[in-house]
């Protein structure tokens, strides 16, 4: 594999707000790439991506689907795109956050209509934080209210972004028949068929147009010398050398190159695949990854012939067994290779490796740095572990997933399916990281904790489908956490078993400080190796273990645990003894301290008709919510507040209910709050 080919591959996600249209574009991307022959639709359930009964049924995507395709710009040289069509639900997150980790580039999807929205602000926040150049796309030009200048104002003022808009469109709804290329100077007709036809400007349209070219071209020059100096001497700026400082200036990430078009009319696409091409990051354009190693820290090239190291960055269940998703971002990994897997801590033979086509797989004998494939057989594959050499062990930096914040009760109908049931679960834990099991303390009663109500609906719904099991849901909880409420110090834990034989014998004593923003630090103050390392880092391993549960029942955050003190004994000390020294410790510290307790309040954004928005505002407060912002967008009112999870039961419903059906909430994870007692109260009912 040489330079010039890996530098003709884009990796790129497909990500947006639910219903902006990301999986009709993805599928309208495949079509024009000649990567499928017949376009399928959302509402038909029959889209590429969208290739599980419950995606298909439901009409939204739930899982992110990798496709492969090429595209050739006209006149130029063919490239391979691997695309990641990604949820748009909150719910789904994870998806997009893994997906995210590992891409190189990604195309923001907004409805010209709505515009931004509150899951449009996450997943760019995600993008800008993994460093991921972005190019926008408005869609659905083609529907009534469209505003392509609206959604241009509204990625400047809420995203904060620097947006080029590359063109304009011509027309609108049914009659949207074409763009203005500012770039290349010429004025492109899109046809019913999907089809285009570029005209260079006529004088009068160059007399209309140059304006504004000028202004695209002085907006980029302020992040690019090179274009900056041609400009300002006044000579004459080519397309091919704007397209140059465009992509430099999107790959730094000081702007974001805006098109446009509907998805669903097949108007734009050659456009925004030509924009994927020219501005959006190949893998030698990504700066080296970082990843530690027994050697110390070390920076990796997307070098074929590099030492190996991949992340798995997503996990899928099939009939035959799981795929692993792997991005390669060093060396080449071949079918028959044994691999080191940092998070299992040994090494795994690689059987099968396949090159994905969403729910379809082409085996390949090898993979390269750069590339993205999936790895059959792996039956304990952990998300977000490392694979590499067996003599070097990477360690790569994991993708971090939100808490789950909402829990079911769930049991199986049949006594006899219970073994199956917790085979299910552990299958579905192992494919999404904001999934977990857990069993109430007080009942045994199985949980299944994720992001929120969809969430786990679709977990319950695969249960029963996939695993054929008749099961029994109860009513959901929220997922409280505790922290320390006071510093507390010198509390001391030990373990004295001495009987005359071999004994146990361990002594720690820390001090205990609560820490804003629910982070956990443990730090070792001791002096003079009172305490041998080993039995240091076994303290600390109790002490952490000792937070899955306080005082109150619920796991511990926001903490600093300092070692201060301790003792040893020459023969009957060990690192479990020192574990459960640690563990004594913390418990004490923690009754000492006490501790407060900490729920989930969620973001809402909820989008009414003015008539209602008097009932709207009161239900909220009755659900003890605060409103931060209350602005006019089309005529209607838009809403956005904080409230507890706990309050949030039924709200969709009771929506639907105060607004004849017409308002609509987006709501998402915010963070932890001190609980307040009406919303416990509220939980325990």
């Not at 934080?129 to 809420?158: C, S, T, W, Y």
């Not at 620097?162 to 500012?182: F, I, M």
């Not at 299944?448 to 909880?477: C, F, N, Y």
């Not at 407060?621 to 209350?630: D, E, F, K, L, P």
């Amino acid at each position: 594999m040489n330079a010039l080919s890996l530098s003709r591959w884009r990796n790129l996600g497909i990500i947006a707000h639910i219903d902006a249209g990301k999986t009709t574009l993805t599928e309208r991307l495949l079509w024009k790439t000649g990567a499928i022959h017949r376009m399928g639709e959302v509402h038909d359930g029959a889209a590429t991506t969208d290739f599980s009964p419950l995606e298909r049924e439901r009409g939204i995507t739930i899982g992110a689907a990798a496709v492969q395709a090429q595209w050739t710009p006209a006149g130029g040289q063919t490239h391979r795109l691997t695309l990641i069509d990604t949820p748009g639900h909150i719910d789904f997150a994870i998806e997009v956050e893994g997906s995210l980790r590992v891409l190189d580039g990604a195309v923001a999807v907004f409805c010209a209509v709505a515009g931004v929205q509150p899951q449009s602000e996450s997943v760019w926040r995600q993008a800008r934080r993994h460093g991921v150049p972005l190019i926008a796309f408005v869609n659905k030009m083609d529907r009534v209210g469209a505003d392509f200048d609206a959604v241009v104002a509204q990625l400047r003022e809420r995203l904060q972004a620097n947006p080029w808009p590359l063109g304009l469109p011509l027309g609108a709804e049914s009659r949207l028949h074409g763009w203005v290329d500012l770039v290349g100077e010429r004025v492109l007709q899109w046809r019913d068929d999907g089809s285009e036809a570029a005209q260079p400007w006529t004088d009068a349209q160059a007399a209309d147009f140059r304006p504004l070219r000028e202004r695209l071209i002085e907006a980029v020059a302020e992040h690019d010398d090179a274009l900056a100096e041609a400009w300002l001497v006044g000579r004459r700026i080519g397309t091919a050398e704007l397209k140059a400082a465009l992509r430099r200036a999107t790959l730094r990430g000081a702007g974001v190159p805006v098109l446009a078009g509907s998805a669903f009319r097949t108007k734009g696409m050659d456009g925004l695949l030509d924009a994927i091409v020219d501005y959006l990051p190949s893998p030698l354009d990504r700066p080296a990854v970082q990843a530690d190693s027994e050697s110390g820290p070390q920076s990796l090239a997307p070098d074929p012939d590099g030492p190996l190291a991949g992340l798995v960055f997503k996990i899928v269940r099939q009939e035959h067994g799981p795929l692993s998703f792997v991005r390669l971002y060093s060396g080449t990994l071949r079918v028959g290779d044994t691999v080191w897997a940092s998070q299992r801590g040994r090494t795994v033979r690689v059987g099968r490796l396949l090159v994905m086509q969403a729910d379809r797989g082409r085996e390949v004998e090898q993979a390269v740095a750069g590339e993205i494939i999936a790895v059959a057989g792996w039956k304990d594959a952990i998300g977000g572990e490392t694979v590499g050499a067996p003599a070097q062990r990477f360690a790569l930096e994991r993708i971090e997933a939100q808490p789950a914040v909402l829990a079911w009760r769930v049991a199986a109908a049949k006594p006899g399916d219970l073994i199956r049931l917790n085979q299910a679960l552990a299958a579905l834990a192992q494919e999404d990281p904001t999934f977990r099991i857990g069993s109430d303390a007080e009942t045994g009663e199985t949980l299944i904790w994720g992001m929120g109500e969809l969430h786990l609906e679709v977990k319950v719904e695969r249960l029963r489908r996939e695993w054929q099991l008749d099961l029994r849901t109860g009513a959901p909880s929220v997922a409280y956490q505790e922290t320390p409420r006071r510093e507390v110090r010198r509390i001391e834990g030990k373990v004295s078993q001495q009987n005359g034989g071999a004994g146990q014998f361990a002594r720690v004593v820390i001090d205990l400080q609560p820490l804003a923003g629910g982070e956990i630090e443990f730090a070792d103050q001791t002096r003079g190796g009172v305490i041998p390392r080993a039995f240091v880092l076994a303290a600390e391993k109790g002490l952490r273990a000792a937070l899955a549960e306080g005082p109150q029942g619920h796991p511990v955050v926001g903490l600093r645990a300092v070692l201060v003190d301790g003792e040893t004994h020459v023969r009957d000390s060990s690192e479990l003894a020192f574990q459960r020294a640690g563990a004594e410790a913390l418990r004490l510290a923690l009754a000492q301290a006490g501790t407060q307790l900490l729920e989930p309040v969620m973001q809402l954004s909820v989008e009414t008709p003015a008539a209602a928005l008097g009932d709207v505002l009161a239900d909220l407060q009755r659900r003890q919510g605060r409103i931060s912002a209350i602005g006019d967008e089309g005529g209607r009112q838009v809403v956005a507040a904080l409230a507890p999870l706990a309050q949030l039961s039924g709200y969709a419903t009771a929506l639907r209910s105060l607004s004849q059906g017409r308002a609509a909430a987006s709501v998402q994870f915010a963070g932890y709050e001190p609980v307040r007692a009406a919303s416990r109260s509220a939980q325990a009912a």
